[in-house]
């Protein structure tokens, strides 16, 4: 039997939620990227199951677009790491803080 | 009655295009061309007033020259135009007027100042905005010259700009102001969402059928908008400090014209004043305490200038009281001869500085009689004028005003008037004793270095002195009850055109003896104590020396006098000048101030830069839009 | 099915910023790299004016209607010829008022960045071109993905730009923050799309008046109301508000002064646009209070702490982010009510603030905007005696933007509070009355310290700038400009936008009366 669209629907929230937590409490970039792009995948799969749902492309179509976009963002934020801290001995978010107030 | 005109369209225009040409020129132009093209530029303007003033046809009569319309567009409709009703017209002849003196004046008082020509495009600027300010015929319009004089003003506050206080008072005047513009720009918005208009005409038919709380909010809109404008209690604390701009500023903008701003306001929205009486009773006692505080606080300034402008905050407070009394047309009475002789005063003021070579310290002056001596018999009237002695201006306008206030059955803030005139009396001659009388204070130091010897020689600058004086003296003569009462009858149509307004008819009274002899007191009292040999004088002046001799006075009254009024007075003078000035009112608005940057510190602390807290300040904001949308009750 | 019918006219007007991107690139290809900056500067400048054209021919078609198309979009507007891709976009009044406001801020961008010095010219003008194509099809897009999509092509390209001066560690770190932020943003948006979806079955704005058509008030179930919420937040992102506008201050620093104008008056138009249509499409006018309450809220706050955080800065770039956070809630005041009166009230404003905030940018270029010290506020002392024109100039954009009557910024506020008022936003008028005394002390701090001269400097206390200024050489960022010249697209943007800051705030019913009449409601 497969799955209600609510059980896809709270996995979709669960991984979400999980990418919101990795950004609050991981300070290595790379990692806050890969939880961006958790967030990222818990949208899209709600979107696939809803098209399952609702039974149209509609949903499909989105979600692929969001692929890729993710990797489009993906591949700028890796370079901008690799800017950002060539040069330093550690990878922390919290170092760089030349902008504030 | 109603005409159509380009003539006030010149009014306004001539001044912007004089401070357009010499901000142009200013580098370019000797000081003299600079001078003549400024003050021809208001000359012509006053011409134009004055032909206005033929073409209106009688006290009833309109001018109006529409400028421009905001169409009907986006449910918004407003068109600007320029009006030259008795009011407006009043007030533009004395702000042309006075204006032009004071332009003459000043290319005595600022010859050799790296800055003439930027102080001259200033200076012509403040005359434009001050004349759009009273002669545009909707709020939108007045809100514009509004804020254009508060510009002006701080320019010219912080003219000398290189002294750091000079540029703290300018940002002071300019953050009370914004506080009143605030309160200006709400009233008007509340008129035009009920009106559909800020033009004057419309929105004062539509009052008639306001409610109440509309109406009294706005009248108290106006009201904030009126004290921070003129210096009235709680915001006058930027007055004072106004004073470190060049002191024909303070005549015009600080004394003559631009804090009479909020009695013109007050008197142009009679209307809303006499459909609120709540809002109109505010007026008359924020006025009148203000008056007694001004003149209180006067009593014990060391400063020439400053004396001067708690004693400006004091009538423009008279003036106040008569306008939330209703007795408008006093009230522009006052504002008339105030201009004269606070004017007066202060360009005399200014020659005095001058020629002490920039001492501003009155208890370091003294014995100026025997060496300026036309100053001294100018300042001797305007001086008399401004404490009310007949047949001078001021006696007849403040008559005129307490007159006013006792007709509106406000008894209270009529005694508090007399006792005001007494004041005013009293720290006048403080002033022009300390100032003329006497020996030179203390002997040698009285001068220093750039001091200008032949001040008196310079015609430019006595001229317009003396002007204002004769005005001063034979300025009230054109309101004698009974006689001539030429404001009534010039001022009250324009009133009525647009509101029932109460008709308060100038009258001989016995009280105007009571006034005079209050006055009288308080004159006799401080050529007593501050005369040459007064007892009050020397301690003032000794400040640091030993205590003169015990109780030696001529005056045999005064030992009785100075425990029973003086001392108190005194002490509440200074208690009031020292504690609550500062600490209270003004510490207030520093407290405002410093909190503000406390917050934005405690606030940039949050931003600090760190990524993983900015995330979590979304997901608490994410939270909070979630909860509620999904919550709401619907 | 209808058949797909794309009509060129509609998308003309981003394809042609992409199609010039595109050009930009290949001249770069073609010629010697120290030839390129002038062509291409001026192919970028014919592409947007040509997207220009397009949004006129438009408009022209669209304002003598009345019968025009409504910006609402009804299925039976879809197989109209005002719509592409089967109404994902359209050429409606708010797309077009709006555009035409993104075109002008790239405009002026391109104008701005005749004077930079990298490398790289034909990359950074190509994504100037995309970001304002992503502007341009999020004001006109009306499905769903087509907004996602062009968020995110705005977005990619500003994280790019922002960071785009080599050797510059600020320029990145702004940017590294902003895609971070902007990520999650960009999720939780994602997300709440996906239940909107989840609940109305389509991602065709068309397809939500069917549904509320069908369902009435029922139609207002959790998962509608979380989705809104979500898509709500993803907007207010974008806009600055407060509490989603942490990035703001740090992008708009370390970005190109050139790039900080076009982003705040771009990315908030375009938002802007896109939240009202999502609103009035996805809401029936009883539920909208729901949504409109908390953004209110949300508004005044973005009001106080953007002008009071404006107040203690000593940079010039990080105090206009602090005002573009404060102007979003003005902006938003436009939400009570959702009337066409209310709309144009906020397209006037957004307006106002292209060319106030444009201007104030174009400023802080042309004294140079060196990466470490080249827009302190420390350099601005006493510039008044060194060049009073800029100067002049730069104090009229701040008191438009503290909103001083005679012009445009008071006018705007005009507008916006009579809306409020209207409906009932009570709020938002204390909070505006009360934010506009602080801010106009913020923006006077700055005129002070023009007026200023250096002597002085020592006595005020408190002058956090000039310890800035003591650590670092306050003149190099002057030297830079001054070796650069002055190229005359830079004077043309400050003139304009000065004639046209006055301009409005004197004669403003010709744009109200234009604004307003492509709004239909």
């Known amino acids: ?101 | 009655m109603e005409s159509t005109t380009p003539v006030l369209l010149l009014i306004v225009a001539l001044p912007l295009a004089g401070s357009l040409i010499t901000a142009a020129n200013r580098n370019r132009w000797k000081e003299g061309t600079l001078a003549r093209v400024a003050s021809t530029a208001v000359a012509l303007s006053f011409a134009a007033t004055l032909v206005a003033l033929g073409l209106q046809g009688g006290a009833g009569g309109v001018l109006r020259f529409p400028l421009v319309t905001w169409g009907p567009a986006g449910g918004f409709e407003l068109s600007l135009g320029l009006l030259g009703d008795s009011i407006s017209l009043w007030w533009a002849l004395v702000v042309t007027g006075v204006g032009f003196l004071i332009h003459v004046y000043s290319s005595g008082y600022m010859h050799g100042d790296p800055g003439f020509g930027r102080y001259y495009a200033k200076l012509n600027y403040f005359v434009f905005a001050m004349s759009l300010l009273v002669l545009s015929d909707n709020y939108v319009g007045l809100l514009i010259g509004w804020a254009n004089v508060g510009l002006a003003s701080f320019m010219l506050i912080g003219f000398w700009n290189q002294r750091a206080e000079a540029a703290a008072a300018a940002m002071k005047a300019f953050v009370m102001n914004v506080i009143g513009e605030i309160g200006l720009i709400l009233g008007t918005l509340l008129l035009i969402v009920h009106a559909g208009s800020a033009e004057f005409d419309t929105v004062f038919a539509a009052v008639r059928s306001a409610e109440p709380a509309l109406v009294t909010s706005v009248g108290l809109l106006f009201l904030v908008a009126a004290v921070a404008k003129s210096a009235q209690l709680p915001l006058h604390t930027w007055l004072p400090d106004a004073m470190q701009g060049p002191t024909p500023v303070s005549a015009l903008i600080h004394a003559a014209t631009m804090v009479t701003a909020g009695v013109y306001l007050v008197v142009r929205s009679a209307p809303i004043y006499l459909a609120s009486e709540t809002a109109a009773l505010t007026v008359a006692y924020v006025g009148g305490l203000s008056a007694l505080f001004g003149a209180v606080v006067a009593l014990r300034q060391p400063d020439i200038k400053k004396v001067l402008a708690f004693s400006t905050m004091s009538q423009v407070g008279y003036m106040m009281m008569a306008a939330g009394a209703g007795a408008y047309t006093a009230a522009m009475f006052h504002f008339m001869t105030h201009a004269f002789f606070k004017a007066a005063l202060f360009l005399a003021a200014g020659i005095v500085i001058h020629y002490l070579g920039g001492e501003q310290d009155i208890r370091r002056m003294g014995s100026l009689r025997e060496r300026l001596p036309v100053v001294y018999w100018l300042a001797l009237f305007s001086v008399l004028a401004l404490a009310g002695a007949p047949p001078l201006a001021g006696f007849f306008s403040k008559e005129e005003i307490l007159h006013g206030v006792k007709d509106a059955g406000l008894t209270g803030l009529w005694i508090l008037g007399v006792a005001v005139a007494g004041l005013t009396a009293w720290y006048m001659f403080r002033l022009f004793s300390l100032v003329f009388l006497g020996a030179a204070q203390p002997a040698g130091k009285g001068r220093r270095e750039g001091a200008d010897e032949n001040v008196e020689s310079r015609m430019e600058m006595v001229i317009p002195v003396g002007v204002l004086t004769a005005l001063s003296v034979v300025g009230g003569w054109i309101s004698i009850p009974g006689l001539t009462a030429l404001p009534e009858k010039y001022l009250l149509p324009a009133l009525q055109r647009v509101a029932d307004v109460p008709v308060h008819r100038a009258v001989w009274s016995t009280d105007a003896l009571l006034v005079t002899a209050v006055a009288a007191a308080g004159a006799v009292f401080a050529l007593s104590l501050y005369g040459a040999k007064g007892s009050w004088r020397r301690q003032e002046v000794a400040a640091r020396g030993e205590p003169g001799g015990p109780l030696y006075n001529g005056f045999y009254l005064d030992a009785l006098y100075r425990t029973a009024v003086v001392r108190p007075t005194v002490a509440v003078s200074s208690w009031v000048g020292r504690r609550m000035d500062p600490e209270g009112v003004d510490g207030i608005v520093h407290g405002i101030a410093g909190a503000v940057k406390l917050l934005g510190r405690a606030l940039a602390s949050w931003h600090a830069g760190l990524v993983r807290s900015y995330v979590f300040t979304i997901v608490l904001g994410v939270v909070g839009v979630l909860a509620y949308i999904l919550l709401a009750v619907q | 099915m209808p058949e797909v019918d794309v009509s060129f006219q509609v998308i003309a007007r981003a394809l042609t910023l992409v199609v010039a991107a595109v050009l930009v690139l290949i001249v770069d290809l073609i010629l010697p790299s120290r030839l390129v900056r002038r062509p291409v500067a001026w192919i970028s400048a014919l592409g947007i004016g040509l997207a220009g054209w397009y949004t006129y021919s438009l408009w022209v078609q669209v304002t003598p209607a009345g019968a025009g198309p409504v910006w609402n979009v009804t299925a039976a507007d879809v197989s109209t010829a005002w719509t592409a891709f089967l109404g994902a976009i359209s050429a409606d009044g708010l797309g077009l008022a709006f555009g035409g406001i993104i075109l002008a801020a790239a405009l002026a961008g391109v104008a701005m960045s005749v004077r930079r010095r990298e490398d790289d010219v034909s990359g950074y003008y190509s994504l100037l071109l995309l970001a304002a194509a992503g502007m341009m099809l999020l004001a006109a897009g009306t499905s769903l993905l087509t907004i996602f999509v062009s968020l995110e092509l705005l977005s990619l390209a500003l994280y790019v730009l922002v960071g785009f001066r080599r050797r510059d560690p600020r320029g990145k770190e702004g940017a590294f923050k902003y895609l971070i932020l902007g990520s999650v943003a960009s999720g939780i948006l994602l997300y709440g799309f996906a239940l909107l979806y989840g609940s109305v079955g389509s991602v065709w704005l068309s397809d939500f008046q069917a549904y509320w058509y069908a369902h009435g008030a029922h139609g207002m179930t959790p998962l509608y109301r979380a989705g809104l919420a979500l898509t709500v937040v993803g907007f207010a992102f974008k806009m600055a508000v407060v509490p989603f506008h942490a990035w703001a201050p740090d992008a708009y620093q370390g970005a190109p002064a050139s790039i900080s104008g076009f982003m705040a008056v771009g990315t908030k138009a375009a938002s802007l646009a896109a939240l009202i249509r999502l609103l009035s499409v996805a809401l029936p006018a009883a539920e909208l209070g729901a949504v409109v309450w908390p953004l209110t809220v949300l508004a005044a706050l973005s009001m106080f702490v953007g002008s009071i955080l404006a107040t203690v800065q000593s940079n010039m770039k990080r105090l206009m982010a602090y005002s573009s956070i404060a102007h979003a809630g003005y902006l938003l005041m436009a939400l009570p009510g959702l009337s066409q009166q209310g709309i144009a009230a906020a397209a006037f404003y957004s307006l106002a603030y292209l060319f106030m905030t444009v201007g104030a940018f174009a400023i802080i270029v042309w004294l140079g905007d060196a990466p470490e010290s080249g827009s302190e506020m420390a350099r601005y002392e006493s510039l008044f005696y060194r060049r009073p024109y800029l100067a002049g100039a730069l104090t009229l954009f701040l008191l438009a933007l503290a909103g001083t009557p005679a012009t445009a910024g008071f006018v705007g506020k005009v507008l916006l509070v009579r809306n409020a008022m209207e409906f009932g936003g009570w709020l938002l008028v204390a909070a505006l009355a009360v934010t506009t005394g602080i801010s106009a002390y913020a923006y006077l701090r700055v005129v002070l310290v023009m007026i200023r001269r250096p002597a002085a400097a020592q006595v005020v206390e408190g002058a956090a700038w000039h310890e800035a200024a003591a650590a670092e050489d306050p003149d190099q960022g002057e030297e830079e400009a001054r070796e650069l010249g002055t190229p005359w697209p830079l004077a043309v943007v400050v003139i304009v936008a000065a004639a046209a800051t006055i301009y409005l705030g004197l004669f403003p019913q010709g744009a109200i009366a234009a604004l307003s009449s492509l709004l239909p409601v």
Do not use: C, T
């Open chain 1, 1 to 101: 039997m497969s799955l209600s669209v609510q059980g896809y629907l709270l996995l979709s929230a669960v991984i979400s939620a999980i990418g919101l937590l990795g950004l609050l409490v991981r300070r290595n970039p790379l990692i806050m990227l890969m939880s961006v792009e958790l967030m990222w995948g818990g949208g899209a799969l709600a979107f696939i199951a809803f098209a399952r749902h609702v039974g149209n492309m509609d949903g499909h179509a989105f979600a692929f677009f969001a692929m890729i976009v993710a990797a489009a963002e993906v591949a700028i934020g890796l370079a901008l790491v690799v800017a950002l801290f060539r040069g330093r001995e550690a990878v922390d978010i919290d170092d760089i803080q030349l902008l504030k107030g």
